[in-house]
């Protein structure tokens, strides 16, 4: 195993660990003495209708959702609502390959899903918590494919959903994406088949990971106008670049990020009716708002605007941000007043 400070809880801050004992994962694999990572806020009601569970993106854990979404001034206000915040399997935070001991450790990590990280939730949701039913589930990104994975697999458990910059499917062109970022870790010689003796070792890849993500993660628009100026504070590209996506990648785990990926280019919940995403959309029950961001160059609103069609009596709320995909962090203020707005309609709905 590998210490790693960056996903402990000195940085992370406080969460709590759920042991799911055994996983069975849908690759066939068992993950064995699994642990789901979450932390909770506000109280839960006498009849447990006030619970909403968040996911988590790509690299992203638990702790950036709390500082962005969760607050008395949000739309997910601890003040009115029971909010779970679960952190993914294989995040680094939960059971991860840099965390997990032998022999399912590093590169023998197994392989996951989306579906393996809501089968998780599910028990985290209802075994640890009596909820059967969640007011609310909402994530971006990764976290999004989560958020369709609940809808779709948990339709009576699902009362609204808002899933936010991403897709029910993931595109081929994402797929190519995605697969360009695996490969820009695993072309580090020090990558050495997954047995590093510290991420840092992987630092080149990871730089090169980190430059292939600022080409499609940030707007057209972020670089034409140079935002990283006026939004970020930095002093050139090279100041960007260097600052902010490779100093942010930098402290993370490989093997994490790798098994993230595993995930990311596979999300489809099209496989629920045998491939066809129409019908599989086409069971959500919940009251549903997509909510891409209009500059985003991942998930295009007119990707999720074919699933919205799809989802019956959904509704599109677009949200502006010139940061592109990346304006999931909130960076500049309008970001999530929009999103406020949208979530808090969705919750009076």
Known sequence: MIDNSHY???????????????????????????????????????????AILVTTWF????????????????????????????????DGVSTSPQNNPAPQRMSKFPNLSIGDDVAAQHRLVAQHFGIDRLALVVGGSMGGQQVYEWAVAHSDMVARAAPIAATARISLHQQVFVQALEEAIMSDPAWNGGWYASGLDVRNGMDRMARIVATLGWSRAFYQEERWRSVLGMSSLDDFINGVMKAYFEPMDPNVLLCEMHKWRRADVGRHAGGDLAAALGRITAKTCVMPIDHDLFFPPDECELDRAMIPEATLTVIRSKEGHMGLNGFEPGYMAQVDTALAALLAD
Do not use: C, W
């Open 8 to 50: 402990s809880a000195a940085t992370q801050g406080a969460f709590e660990l759920f042991d799911l004992g055994n996983l069975i994962l849908e690759a066939g694999e068992t993950l064995r003495s699994t642990k789901l990572a979450y932390r909770t806020f506000g109280t839960i009601n006498a009849d447990k209708s006030n």
């Open 59 to 90: 690299s992203g854990t638990a702790k950036v959702m709390e500082d962005v979404y969760v607050g008395p001034n949000h739309a997910l206000d601890p003040g009115k609502y029971f909010i779970i915040i679960a952190d993914q399997l294989g």
